[in-house]
């Protein structure tokens, strides 16, 4: 599903809510019975209505930090707390936007897009009236008919974005939701998140591989080592808000110095990953 449906109804402002990981610990059985460590004492804060976002290697447990704030996946140590309450369970307020559309096919539109508020009480004409104005609001005014094989791979993440952000959530966890677009869409959809974002102004964690990405959009970005995943840095980005256009921002000075100190911290890991990989693969 696109979301996660426990967030309050309605167009009015969203608060984010803070989110507290302390000592976070994910193990997993392998096929072969073994204990795989997949995050390992990972503590991080996140700052009620902070954009944040996450950067390192390849299977580096980016996702199941994910998984673990969206209380999908329980910790095997340690613990997370949204809004000072323990994440026992799905987190109330929460929308997750994944990598892939996550879109149902057999539904239109404005059928993906309803599908939140309607799960939530609200009464279906309420309801398609808002996702007719989400819609209208990530530009796809007069797509509400169309299904999911008949729209471009920008546009679905703009129906997937829709649905994530209708139910104003206080918490928006984004795993890679750009990766598989052309830069130019790219750009264009990231332009669109920071604006929709700076309305709503949910908690955001989101996940990429674009250190670009993360610089331009983010209040602070934080660099995960390679497997086992820990917190090695954070960077606070203190570029202006509103950020305006992203390609306009990665020429700025100021740009190009904190990207410059990022790298210096990633490549470490992302070149022990790719050792490890290839010793792996060897």
């Given amino acids: 599903m696109p979301t996660i449906p426990t967030g309050p109804r309605g167009p009015e402002r969203a608060e984010g809510a803070g989110i507290d990981i302390v000592g976070l610990t994910k193990r997993y059985l392998t096929p072969k019975g073994e204990t795989f460590t997949a995050i390992n004492d990972v503590t991080l804060r996140v700052e009620p209505g902070e954009f944040c976002a996450i950067v390192g290697p390849t299977g580096c447990g980016k996702s199941t930090t994910l998984a673990q704030v969206s209380g999908l996946e329980r910790p095997s140590a340690g613990s997370v707390r949204v809004h000072d309450q323990i ?13 892939a559309d996550a879109l149902f096919p057999w539904k239109t539109v404005l059928g993906n897009v309803l599908i939140g508020p309607v799960l939530l009480g609200t009464p279906k004409k309420e309801a398609t009236l808002l996702a007719r ?24 993440k703009r129906v997937a974005m829709a649905a994530a952000l209708i139910n104003n959530p206080r918490i928006l966890l984004m795993d890679e939701p750009f990766g598989a677009l052309d830069v130019q869409t790219k750009a264009i959809m990231q332009n669109e998140l920071l604006q929709l974002w700076e309305e709503l102004r949910p908690s955001v964690l989101f996940i990429t591989h674009d250190l670009d990405e993360a610089v331009a959009l983010a209040d602070k970005v934080v660099i995960m080592t390679s497997s086992p995943g820990t917190i090695k840095d954070v960077f606070n980005i203190d570029l202006p808000r509103p950020r305006g256009d992203v390609q306009q921002i990665r020429h700025e000075e100021r740009f190009l110095e904190l990207q410059g100190r990022i790298w210096e911290s990633l490549k470490d890991e992302v070149t022990r990953a790719y050792k490890q990989s290839a010793g792996a693969a060897a």
């Fill in 87 to 99: 994440v026992d369970g799905i987190t109330n307020g929460v929308s997750y936007m994944f990598q």
């Fill in 133 to 156: 104005d989400w819609l209208r609001r990530v530009g796809l005014a007069g797509f509400e008919d169309r299904y999911p094989h008949q729209l471009s791979g920008g546009m679905r």
